[in-house]
């Protein structure tokens, strides 16, 4: 089992940043792949971006390449999201999730996090 924990959403100008951060617990929640997706209202949750168990391979969506880094750190059991050059477009709940494998789909990931509101004002 895997706990999954986000935080860091909040408001913010368009243009802006922020930094989204999801605690995992779990004994051997550093050896799962992590991804961020988000979801708007009246909208599927779509992916955003993707990190294997090590950090050594990321995936993101075409939206966000270029604006958002995805990282991790397994001493800290934490994966982050920095989100810079912020659209009122990314508006969301952006949530955390874990898998052995990892990938862009949803369907993918056996573990999610409770969400995080991320509301960009023009």
């Not at 243009?15 to 599927?44: D, V």
């Not at 955003?48 to 993101?60: H, L």
């Not at 800290?76 to 990314?90: A, F, G, H, I």
Request: proline residues 2%.
């Amino acid at each position: 089992q895997v706990q999954l924990v986000e935080s860091g959403g909040g408001l913010v100008l368009a243009g802006g940043s922020l930094r989204l951060s999801c605690a995992a617990s779990g004994r051997t929640a550093s050896n799962y792949a992590m991804a961020w997706f988000r979801q708007a209202p009246g909208k599927e949750r779509e992916f955003v971006a993707s990190i294997s168990w090590s950090g050594g391979s990321t995936g993101y969506a075409d939206f966000v390449k270029g604006r958002f880094t995805i990282s991790r750190d397994n001493a800290k059991n934490t994966v982050y999201l920095q989100m810079n050059s912020l659209k009122p477009e990314d508006t969301a709940v952006y949530y955390c999730a874990a898998d052995r494998t990892g990938g862009s789909s949803r369907y993918e990931y056996d573990y999610w996090g409770q969400g995080t509101q991320v509301s960009v004002s023009s």
